[in-house]
Each structure stands twice: as structure tokens, then as C-alpha cells.
């Protein structure tokens, strides 16, 4: 069955480095997502992305953040000068369409900033 | 604000049982709706969604919608020990809000 993938699966970086979370959708996914779970809260939602563009983002994902599909499969998340607080898990997603389809979530990244 | 609420619980039904999980959401243009099981330390796992009034059930699963109410619930039948996770409930509009979840605990 296809799944999204994710890598690495635990990320550690000293704050104010630059980290890039990376995402392989499952391949007849169109609509691709980010999301964020600090250890103990629910999951926040970061950003949508469609056709090479930001379909919609929340006011987490700001200036700090931005994603890119590099090539055909890759989907990546790339955080600047990371501070403790973005420490969370990570997750990626995809679906088919947007709207009343399901969104299917790859196992995460625990990036850990210290 | 659009938010989602669940009570967080612990919610603790024996095996067997019928598990009931509540959830409302604020957000009127919320068009469809998601229940997605997380194990600790996992990601969310989706068991179903429902964009329309009423029932729909899947195996043991069956999730209700009011949109009148502003109100979603999933009940599970014959719970087993297995499902004994967090439930995470999810609207969409444009945006995918969670709740923070109910924690639930199948008692063998």
C-alpha cells in the first residue's frame, strides 16, 4: 500500500542552524501539507501546497519557514535559524485532491533544536 | 478563532463496549471532517471522514455529523484493547484543524 515517507526520522541541530525536512508523497497525491506537534499539544497545521505553489498557511508559518518541490517526488520543509521552540515532531501529508479527501501522514521528524 | 474541541478524557470503556468520542467544531465553513487514531509517539492514522449530515459507518467505526450542532462524533463497537489510543478530530476548510484529542482506554 502506498505511504508517505519522511527523512530523517530524527533530526538534532544547535539553534540558529538551518534545517530541511524532507517528504515523498505517495506519487498520484496532488495536494501536499505540513504539520507541526509540539510534545504534548495537538497537531498544527503549517502549511498546504499545490501545483509549485502555497495553497494556504497558517500564522505559524512565517518568514522562518518556506517549502519546495525540488523534483518530481520530494516535498521539503525548510526551517531558518531554528530556535528551541520549533523543537516538535513533523509531520508530512498528502491527498488526492483537496477538500473532501483524505489526508494520509508520513511517521514525522522529531527535530529536537538544543 | 477556528477552533476544534474535544474532551481530552481519559475515556475508559471495557472490552467490548461501545466507546463514544465527542468533538464541535467553531468554524461554520468547515466542509468535511476527519477522525484520525494517534498511538503515542506515532503519527495520526485516519479511520474515517464524513462531509454530510448524518451517518457513516465502516466496520466497527461509525462517525455522526451535525452541522446544524456543529457537532461530530465517532463511535466505535466493540472496542478492543488495540484501540485503546488517542482520537483526533479534524476539520477542514482550506486549513485542517485538530482538536487535541481523547484519549482512549479499552479495558480488557
Known amino acids: 500500500e502506498p505511504e508517505v515517507t519522511q527523512t530523517p526520522s530524527h533530526q538534532v541541530t544547535q539553534m540558529g542552524q538551518e534545517v530541511i525536512l524532507r517528504c515523498v508523497p505517495i506519487s498520484n497525491h496532488l495536494y501536499f501539507y505540513w504539520y507541526r506537534q509540539i510534545l504534548g499539544q495537538k497537531v498544527e497545521f503549517l502549511v498546504s501546497?499545490?501545483?509549485?505553489?502555497?495553497?494556504?498557511k497558517s500564522e505559524i508559518f512565517d518568514d522562518q519557514f518556506s517549502v519546495e518541490r525540488p523534483d518530481g517526488s520530494n516535498f521539503t520543509l525548510k526551517i531558518r535559524s531554528t530556535k528551541l521552540e520549533d523543537s516538535a515532531m513533523y509531520f508530512c501529508?498528502?491527498?488526492?485532491?483537496?477538500?473532501?479527501?483524505?489526508?494520509?501522514f508520513g511517521p514525522g521528524t522529531r527535530l529536537t533544536v538544543t | 478563532q477556528k477552533e476544534v474541541e474535544q474532551n481530552s478524557g481519559p475515556l475508559s470503556v471495557p472490552e467490548g463496549a461501545i466507546a463514544s468520542l465527542n468533538c464541535t467544531y467553531s468554524?461554520?465553513?468547515?466542509?468535511?471532517f476527519f477522525w484520525y487514531r494517534q498511538y503515542s509517539g506515532k503519527s495520526p492514522e485516519l479511520i474515517m471522514f464524513i462531509y454530510s449530515n448524518g451517518d457513516k459507518e465502516d466496520g466497527r467505526f461509525t462517525a455522526q455529523l451535525n452541522k446544524a450542532s456543529q457537532y461530530v462524533s465517532l463511535l466505535i463497537r466493540d472496542s478492543q484493547p488495540s484501540d485503546s489510543a488517542t482520537y483526533l478530530c479534524a476539520a477542514t476548510n482550506n486549513d485542517m484543524r485538530f482538536g487535541a484529542g481523547t484519549r482512549l482506554t479499552v479495558k480488557p
Open positions: 468554524d461554520r465553513g468547515s466542509q468535511s
Open positions: 501529508a498528502s491527498s488526492e485532491q483537496a477538500g473532501h479527501y483524505e489526508q494520509y
Open positions: 501546497f499545490y501545483n509549485n505553489e502555497i495553497s494556504e
